[in-house]
């Protein structure tokens, strides 16, 4: 079992996982994902999960974002036991807590972008009804989208949808970010400017967890986790979270 | 900016136009079939009881020889009488131009048209009221089998053998009349001044008598009926020559109606329940297309409730859309219905609204229906987990392959690769496709059974052929001399035999002292060989028989005491007479009918001679019947004798058919609907299928599947269900249609000869063919336009 790892196990975790399995039932041969994931996350930290596909980067992260449930094991994220909420908390707790960015960005093809970024607001009561679209401009702005605002997601490119789809993230505001291959449909120089932009909001005191298979957007991550066979083989500290 | 889910909702009504068209359309179908189904059997009787209500209909006629004012005030008077009048009743044949044939008309005299108290009449399209000497009015059913119009004349030939011209000023309406389509003679009205033009006295033959009170039994109005001719009649010393006493309440077509008005209610029922079907089908299919989305909002903080709450939404607004087409396009269809219905039952509608209730129900099925049926696929599909949404691609990979119809489908080698395919998608979705197959298997067995119904009315016409020995007869005024009218017909040319009955009215005593009225007795050779009676019980008339007759199932129906065996008191022309009942025949849609041997007929009667003569010709062509009939009558009339109609049997199956064709003509109505019921279904399915398989079309398009195969795919897929759905059908439409041949038969008193239709099981092999096909294309013409990119790029 691998030893859990912590850059500074002295600080209290934004993150907790401790001992999560996740086993999927294959049938005949039921298939175990993740073997006992020890795993602490503090504020303000960039981190990469970094794997081969299949090797459970994918499953770990859907642990932390609550999108799946683990088999075995405790969760704990800004105090809450993340593990044992039902969908309908997880929804709530997740639309407050985490913010979301998936590969295929995932924005609500009928919805403008503007409206896809209001939408999470909507669903979590988040700011007076009249500030959410203020709220969601100034988002927009730090993305760079002002101008597309009132278009419809397929108007846009791969880049633009993506960054749509951070400052959907970001719309409640959450103190973490969860990304799963942000960067794994882009171009080289798009993905450089999205990374960009994910650092810039690590300085912002964010907490960005991303999964990635891409070794050049690995070594720009303050901290690297190895995962392999379901297992955290390796952690690399690159460089020291902000403010740490 | 809390409106921004429910702007997703919108504009995913819009953006996917397609799909919203065939959900509103799924769901208008049921408002629509629920309305015009059910809002047309609450009008069709609604206005047939209140007209027929208000037609102070008669509880007894009585024909005799002429009477005159005091009998009718003395009938008025009686009590238990509610109204009384006299008219005077004959019928005549005429000619007119837009016919080459004479034809036949009921001519009714009435002395003062302000004083119709029994079977109103209603002036519809008149140049004048009433009709004055010379003029005629006619029941407007005449519009049904001719193309009459004001100001033709009808050359009339009068009791005497002269002609008189008749104008037309007009049409009433009397839903009393039966309408000249089932009895091949019109009904006209005319002033008592043209009465001694047509040869008839100016004097009533004809009581009707309306009873009082509204729960009258046919025992207390037979009763009754029979204290009025005894004291009001034959104390006066007026002859009756014939008295009929229908079922109280209840209309000729009757029988008809309460057959039509159950084929719809069974068509209300069927078309709500297929709709709830279709409705379940579609949300399943659209949540299934969906759950992605689902799967996006609930991982950025969407609840299951808020969700569920915006699908529920988009139902509601679905529902409120279908409610808007279905609403007024039911209505529309419904008015139509209406007016083909009261065109041929012949009665008049005031009004085309239907009940609230019905529209409280149309609402219902468009609005809490499809809300019912998208519950359960809505909370499913909201509840579904964010990984499973996320890794859902419509269909498990690990869903197929492990159930019985899998592996047996996996035994089919050697098909080619896309049949394959297209055989084994089909099962892909088993749920859905047991909504769709329960859909479609349904509407086939019911189109099938139509076929097998319609069937089962040939056969009893045919049935009828098979008794009829004859092609044609000829009826006249009075009994006639039977040796003149053989010698005169049978030297006509084209007539190859000649045969003459008897025919009378006669009553029946029944044991506890009441009489059963409404019979017709038959006078005929015994070993004739001009009919070709199939027996259900007994035996024939035979040479030595003294007191034998054989009934027909009309008239057992009738009358139950009218039993093989049995031995039964009948009063005919007056006379009383026990006979023997040995046989029993089945009806042939001529009503209640009593066969005895002529000469024993002929003895009981005070007048010498025959009613009628039956003509074989040596023709099979319609045509030539009718010309050989004509030149019959012809030389008739020149040899004196006066004929009151003629016929061939060919217009007489016409006329059965007619009134048969009732039945089949809603019959199809039922069937069309249920067949586009599945139609939209099955077009759902295929298109939700096309959806759901984007990525899959996406991956054999990269592998080099052309256009053709695309289609090929969907295309098999769409066949596969119909060609399942009609061998389901086909199965269960041999015990529906049985069931159904039975209903009617019950219905409309007469057991018809059923016969399956396997014209029927072919011809809808085919339609359903078309069908699938059809509804396949627009999906295989959208899957065929993806691009690979977007395909594998579909989430």
Known sequence: ?244 | MHAVRWRKVFRDLVSHRFRTVLVVLSIATGVFAVGVVMGGREILVREFDSEYSASVPLNADYFTMPFSDPIVRRAREYPGVEAAMGRHSTSLRYRWAGSDAPRSISVVGIKDYDDITVQMLVPEDVRSWPPRRGEVVLERAALQVGKYEIGDTLEVETSEGKTESLTIIGFAHDINAVPAQFIGSETGYVSFETLPDLGEVKAYNELLVAMSGSDLTQREASLLAEDIQRDVLEANSITVLGSYVPKPGSHFLGDIFKAVSLLLLALGLLSLLLSGFLVVNTVSALMAQQIKQVGIMKAIGGRASQITWMYLGMVAIYGVLAVLVGLPASAWAGTQFIRFAAGILNFRVASYVPPDWVTALEVGVGLVVPLLAAAVPVRLGTRTSVVKAFNDTGVSSASFGHGLVDRMLGLFRGLPRPVALSLRNTFLRKGRLTLTLTTLSLASAVVMSVFSVQASIGQTIDDLDAWWRYDAQIRYERPTNRLGVERVVSSTPGVTGVESWIGANATLDRADGTTAQGFTVYGLPYGTRFVAPELLAGRWLEADDTDAVVVNTDARKAEPSLDIGQRVTLEIGGEKRIVHVVGLIKGQLSGSLIYMDRELLGGMLSEDGVTATLIQTASSDPLQQRKALDAAEARLEEANYRVVSTRTQDELREQIADQLGILVAFLVIMAVLLAAVGVIGLTGTMTINVIESTREIGVMRAIGAQHGSIYQIFITEGLAVGFMAWAIGAAAAYPMSLGLTELLSGAIGMPLSYRFSWVGVGAWFGIIALISVAASVAPAYRASQVSVRDAIAYE
Request: charge should be negative; glycine fraction near 8%.
């Open chain 1, 1 to 244: 079992m691998p030893q859990i790892i912590t850059p500074d196990t002295a600080e209290s975790a934004l993150l907790r996982l401790t001992e999560v399995v996740k086993v999927y039932d294959g049938g005949d041969a039921p298939f175990t994902a993740l073997k006992g994931i020890n795993l602490d996350i503090h504020t303000g930290e960039f981190v990469g999960i970094i794997g081969k596909s299949g090797s459970g980067k994918t499953t770990l992260i859907n642990m932390i974002t609550g999108i799946d449930h683990p088999t075995a094991g405790e969760i704990i994220i800004d105090g809450t036991p993340v593990h044992s909420l039902g969908e309908n908390d997880l929804a709530r707790w997740r639309g407050r807590t985490i913010g979301v960015v998936f590969q295929f960005f995932q924005l609500l093809p009928t919805l403008t972008v503007l409206e896809n970024i209001v939408l999470p607001m909507d669903f979590c009561r988040m700011w007076a009804p009249r500030e959410r679209t203020e709220r969601a401009m100034d988002l927009l702005e730090q993305v760079e989208l002002a101008d597309q605002a009132n278009k419809l997601p397929a108007a846009l490119s791969g880049g633009q949808q993506q960054r749509a789809a951070i400052a959907r993230a970001l719309a409640n505001d959450p103190p973490i970010l969860a990304a799963d291959e942000p960067t794994g449909n882009l171009d080289s120089k798009t993905a450089d400017a999205v990374f960009g932009l994910f650092e810039r909001l690590v300085e912002q005191h964010k907490t960005i967890i991303m999964v990635t298979h891409d070794n050049d957007m690995a070594n720009r991550v303050r901290r690297a986790l190895h995962v392999s066979d379901g297992e955290i083989v390796e952690e690399r500290v690159l460089r020291p979270r902000h403010g740490a």
